[in-house]
């Protein structure tokens, strides 16, 4: 767990950043410091950080920089999320999503920019240990919801019969964060079982469905955590 100091969930390691310029490229390197094995390579493309009740502070946040300010759109790697609350702006605009001047969020708006963390770990996971573009394996726009309180909506889900490309997440009473890796890696595996499988959603094959995306939800949040 992140918030664990048993030393079975830690390595002591060096992280090499690496970059070049043509093609572009900006990548994390860890290095074990014990025996010098690699741990773990992935992109390090994002340009924000915020503060996360659960996770942590000064979290990477994959956001779309547009004349100085920073967008909740992770466009890293040729993928397009886009985050915001429900019943704000007209459409998937930059304009309806929330933004920030200097790519630091902190604290500021915790429901989206911690929805937008987590699915975002849902795609990674995907991405690099399945070798998976988005849902539809092609970077088609995904979009994130978050509903208010008072929707009434207190749970997370994915509606591939209506909304195929959208993950919703509830508030809680209060508007407590309901959005939590392994529920996003819940909802991100129905995206893709949409896409690659039969499994309509009802029955036998919904009971399947939702079991597989149990075990991706695990995989995600045990991903997410190295």
């Known amino acids: 767990p992140y918030y664990s100091l048993d030393p079975i969930h ?3 390691a060096w992280v090499f950043e690496i970059r070049s310029k043509v093609p572009y490229a900006n990548y994390l390197v860890y290095i074990d410091a014990n025996n010098g094995e690699v741990i773990k390579f992935r992109r390090n493309e994002v340009n924000s950080t915020f503060n996360s009740p659960i996770y942590g502070n000064s ?37 309806s999503l929330r933004s920030d001047n200097d790519g630091d969020f902190a ?7 911690q ?41 997370a889900f ?12 509830g508030a809680a009473p209060n508007n407590a964060l309901e959005a ?30 939702e079991g597989l995306a149990d075990i991706f939800g695990v995989c995600t949040e045990a991903f997410a955590n190295g």
Request: net charge neutral; with cysteine; hydrophobic share 35%.
């Open 10 to 12: 830690w390595k002591l």
């Open 59 to 95: 979290l990477y946040l994959d956001t779309y920089e547009i004349n100085g300010s920073h967008y909740l759109w992770g466009n890293d790697g040729g993928k397009c999320i886009k985050t915001k609350r429900a019943h704000i702006g007209n459409g998937w605009n930059k304009n």
């Open 107 to 113: 604290s500021d708006f915790p429901l989206e920019t």
């Open 115 to 155: 929805t937008h963390f987590v699915v975002n770990n849902a795609y990674s996971y995907w991405n690099e240990r399945h070798k998976r573009a988005g849902l539809n394996g092609k970077n088609k726009e995904l979009r994130v919801t978050i509903f208010n309180a008072a929707d009434n909506v207190q749970t």
């Open 158 to 169: 994915y509606n591939h019969r209506f909304r195929p490309d959208e993950i919703a997440f």
């Open 180 to 209: 939590v890796i392994d529920v996003a890696g819940h909802e991100y595996a129905h995206g893709i079982i949409h896409y690659t499988s039969e499994l309509d959603g009802v029955n036998i094959p919904g009971a399947i469905g």
